[in-house]
């Protein structure tokens, strides 16, 4: 059974940073892409970053790149979303999940998802 754990979210006013952790089991990270989702209230989820299956490729929405940085430890089972000069628009529950596919910016891909882990950001 594959499991995805998010932990890092929080409040924190705009301009600042955090740094979000999802911790997988198994060794689901040797051979899936891992990406990064985050859904605001209201609205559907969209794609924040990813991170390619073993070519270290990464690929972001324009929304964050320049402020947003994916990072992935294979060998500890563990991706990461460094978030900076966060924006009250970034506020949303935001979710680890894992694909078989290269990579991909569609939530329909991923086949693993954790539980998310609430981000606010308050202007």
């Known amino acids: 059974q594959v499991q995805l754990v998010e932990s890092g979210g929080g409040l924190v006013q705009a301009g600042g940073s955090l740094r979000l952790s999802c911790a997988g089991s198994?060794?689901?990270?040797?051979?899936?892409?891992m990406g990064w989702f985050r859904q605001a209230p209201g609205k559907e989820r969209e794609f924040v970053a990813a991170?390619?299956?073993?070519?270290?490729?990464?690929d972001y929405a324009n929304s964050g790149k320049g402020r947003f940085t994916i990072s992935r430890d294979d060998a500890k089972n563990m991706v990461y979303l460094q978030m900076n000069s966060l924006k009250p628009e970034d506020t949303g529950v935001y979710f680890c999940?894992?694909?078989?596919?290269?990579?991909?910016?569609?939530?329909?891909?991923?086949?693993?998802w954790g539980q998310g882990t609430q981000v606010t950001v308050s202007s």
């Open positions: 999940a894992a694909t078989r596919s290269d990579s991909s910016s569609w939530a329909v891909d991923y086949s693993y």
């Open positions: 198994g060794r689901i990270f040797t051979n899936h892409a």
């Open positions: 991170s390619w299956r073993s070519s270290g490729i990464t």
